[in-house]
């Protein structure tokens, strides 16, 4: 299992970034997905998830209304659109297979005030 994020990035408070996490050997129309993401010096806070067959996407309430996820299967691609990001949401984001078993590299979000 290989997921590769890209699409962090700096950016000014009240703006938007897509991220993305390239899947291979997991599918993700198959299985649960998720977000999550690390400030300096805190620990793992779990964003974001999108459940295979129904398609349920849950969120953190520090991020509902702002964050949506999303994936496209025929990519195997999952995605994390961040709107009104705020300084608060400065972390490396992650995406994640259930229980943390297999993640990614990671891409840096930075929001500046």
């Known amino acids: 299992v290989q997921l590769v994020e890209s699409g962090g990035g700096l950016v000014q408070t009240g703006g938007s970034l897509r991220l993305s996490c390239a899947a291979s050997g997991y599918d993700i129309d198959d299985h649960a997905i998720h977000w999550v993401r690390q400030a300096p010096g805190k620990g793992l806070e779990w964003v974001s998830a999108?459940?295979?067959?129904?398609?349920?996407?849950y969120y953190a309430d520090s991020v509902k209304g702002r964050f949506t996820i999303s994936r496209d299967n025929a990519k195997n691609t999952l995605y994390l659109q961040m709107n009104s990001l705020k300084p608060e949401d400065t972390a490396q984001y992650y995406c994640?297979?259930?229980?943390?078993?297999?993640w990614g590299q990671g891409t840096q979000v930075t929001v500046s005030s």
């Open positions: 999108i459940y295979s067959y129904t398609s349920n996407t």
């Open positions: 994640a297979t259930p229980r943390l078993r297999y």
